[in-house]
């Protein structure tokens, strides 16, 4: 019966761990893929029902990344006087107020509002998120259940995409406030959801975590190439994920219905990008298979250049894949490499070199293109930064098992000699009141 029972719990152990990794999945679909890549799906459709010039347009993509940033420095000083879990579920309620502002917005100002707010929710969610994910399962699937993340923003892009071209087609361009109601309630559901259902253990707070929690960063082994894997990233994606289907309209002569579903394509590969990279992690380690994403990203937005059509949406998949190993390694690998109460404050210091690196790559892209006339630039652009992201990766720390302390192996052990403290000692009462050993 004992033994039925542990199994029974274990079970129940691993089920439980098992949806609160589907519930943070979800969560952070809610978080990051609607609160950021929305709007620049339903960009035109904004701009021409409320009449704004694509400088007015493309600007709140900004306010949205510079909340991202501000979220970021939050994380890092909340976490000497919260717990993660606390800071998440802020997060997590800032998050589903600006897609209620983004519902309801008159014009520009509330828009822009409810997108800061979107992208300072997104930063108190997502920040924390893998290693509360992380620490519901098992220590050996902590990198996979990080994963599980990734898939869940690729769920969440393809949903979004799918989401707005059909409410545009159905209802016009005046129907963007359509799709930010229904991820409103989606979002409400799973936050209220989540607020209940998920918990999480931390014992101590953080503490010398230093400004913007680089303090607690430089304690990470391999911080610094760590920073630049995660800079030349920010940098190097928005170059191909911002433009994309507008370079395949303009520069290859596709149609918006085939530019959509290169973007889908993309978007569907990043649910398994994660996963599939982090297994691949744990066998060949995290320093090669960041080197092997950076220089497929290199090859792969090369061979997009010609813009032929079966061979572009098959490397729309590789680039959906790619787009999702990367942070998701370098997420796992500062999972596994930090303590509970480091983790907060140094994760904050590599999302705001991150941030930074986002707020710069779009206008450099629209600058290049504008200048040149072309987008072809800006992707070898791209593929040149994940060379220097190749090498970034190399700087990292070998190690037997990437991300997960060695275990020593085990030597010969000997015969354990008796020891009184351990003797089970049981007594039955005599009715005159003396304990008689048996």
Do not use: C, K
Request: glycine share 12%; charged share 10%.
């Amino acid at each position: 019966m004992t033994d039925l029972g542990n199994g029974a719990q274990a079970r129940q152990r691993r089920l439980t761990g098992a949806a609160a990794v589907v519930l943070m999945a979800l969560i952070a679909a809610v978080a990051q893929s609607f609160g950021r890549f929305t709007y620049g799906v339903l960009l035109p459709a904004v701009r021409d029902d409320l009449g704004l010039s694509n400088t007015v347009a493309g600007s709140l993509v900004t306010v949205n990344m510079a909340a991202y940033l501000v979220g970021s420095l939050i994380v890092a000083a909340a976490s000497s006087r919260f717990r993660l879990l606390s800071v998440m579920r802020v997060g997590v309620v800032v998050a589903i107020i600006g897609q209620a502002l983004a519902t309801v917005s008159p014009g520009p100002l509330v828009l822009g509002a409810g997108l800061f707010a979107q992208g300072l929710g997104g930063a108190l969610t997502w920040i924390p998120a893998p290693v509360i994910t992380a620490d519901a399962i098992a220590p050996e699937r902590r990198g996979l259940a990080v994963g599980f993340l990734g898939a869940g923003m690729g769920l969440g892009v393809v949903f979004a995409g799918q989401l707005s071209g059909f409410v545009r087609s159905t209802m016009g361009d005046s129907s963007w406030r359509t799709v930010y109601f229904v991820q409103l309630i989606i979002g409400a559901v799973l936050a209220v959801v989540v607020l209940l259902a998920i918990g999480h253990r931390q014992a101590r707070l953080a503490s010398r975590t230093g400004l913007g929690g680089f303090g607690a960063l430089r304690r990470v082994p391999g911080w610094a190439p760590l920073v630049s894997a995660f800079f030349v990233f920010g940098l190097l994606y928005l170059l191909v994920i911002s433009f994309l289907t507008t370079r395949l309209e303009d520069d290859s002569g596709w149609t918006s219905a085939q530019a959509s579903l290169a973007f889908t394509l993309v978007g569907l590969a990043m649910i398994f990008g994660g996963p599939l990279f982090i297994a691949l992690s744990e066998r060949i380690g995290a320093r090669t298979t960041l080197a092997i994403s950076f220089a497929g990203w290199a090859v792969v937005t090369t061979l997009m250049l010609p813009g032929w059509l079966a061979p572009t949406l098959a490397l729309s998949v590789a680039v959906g894949l790619l787009f999702a190993s990367m942070p998701s390694v370098l997420t796992a690998y500062v999972v596994n490499n930090t303590s509970t109460d480091d983790y907060g404050p140094a994760f904050a210091a590599v999302t705001f070199s991150f941030g930074i690196a986002q707020m710069i790559s779009p206008q450099l892209g629209g600058f290049i293109a504008d200048t040149a006339g072309s987008f072809t630039p800006v992707f070898l652009l791209s593929a040149s930064l994940a060379v220097v992201g190749m090498f970034a990766s190399f700087g990292l720390p070998r190690r037997n098992r990437p991300g997960f302390p060695a275990v020593p192996a085990p030597g010969p052990t000997a015969t354990p000699q008796p020891d009184w403290r351990y003797i089970n000692m049981t007594y039955t009462v005599t009715p005159q009141g003396r304990p008689t050993a048996r």
